[in-house]
Each structure stands twice: as C-alpha cells, then as structure tokens.
C-alpha cells in the first residue's frame, strides 16, 4: 500500500505565506510526478502545480510567480511554498503522486486534503 499525506494548510492574512508538505510512503518502487490541486466550495479541483522527478515544473497561471514547487527525492516529499496569497486560494489542497509500487502498476495516490483559507 501507499499513503500520501499532507501538512502545512491553515488560516493567513492576505499577502501572507504557506507552505505545505506532502510525503508519500509504503510499497513504492519510483515516482514520476508529484503535484498539488486544489478544490474551492462548488468549483472543480484543478491543477496548482507539478513537479516531475527530474525537477521540471509547471504551474497554473493564476499561481505563477507566486507559489514555488519543489521536490525531496530521497524522502519522496513534495513541498509548496505558497507568497502573497490571495482571497481566491482558499481551497482545500491535495497532493498527489504518481506511483510505481511493488504491484507493478503506475497509479496517481491522492492524500486527504488540508484546508488553506486566506482572509483578513
């Protein structure tokens, strides 16, 4: 099996910081991508930010130049460093993993979420 966990996610004034982990665990042989999506109320998840193993990234435009991806290999950690948040960033936030684990298969892990809410 493999868990994917977050941390980091909590209350901030607007033009305030963030920064959220997420480290995967158990029967994994390699990752490909690590990335982070985010969820509002009675919108879609969408795509904040990815990062491939050999550290390429790509991020949504609305977070561009503002968020910074990167990425532990030797942990197999994930990390988002989130400035200047807006009103419009509140959102639970998912990290997700591309995994090779001991079954052979490639499968994206999702972890449970943690709620990032920015308002003064």
């Known amino acids: 099996q493999v868990q994917v966990v977050e941390s980091g996610g909590g209350l901030v004034q607007p033009g305030g910081s963030l920064r959220l982990s997420c480290a995967a665990s158990?029967?994994?042989?390699?990752?490909?991508?690590m990335g982070w999506y985010r969820q509002a109320p009675g919108k879609q998840r969408e795509l904040v930010a990815v990062?491939?193993?050999?550290?390429?990234?790509n991020y949504a435009v609305s977070v561009k130049g503002r968020f910074t991806i990167s990425r532990d290999n030797a942990k197999n950690m994930v990390v988002l460093q989130m400035n200047s948040l807006k009103p419009e960033d509140t959102a639970v936030y998912y990290c997700?993993?591309?995994?090779?684990?001991?079954?052979?298969?490639?499968?994206?892990?999702w972890g449970q979420g943690t709620q990032v809410t920015v308002s003064s």
């Open positions: 997700n993993a591309r995994v090779l684990s001991t079954t052979l298969r490639w499968d994206d892990y």
């Open positions: 158990g029967s994994i042989l390699s990752i490909n991508d």
């Open positions: 990062i491939t193993s050999g550290g390429s990234t």
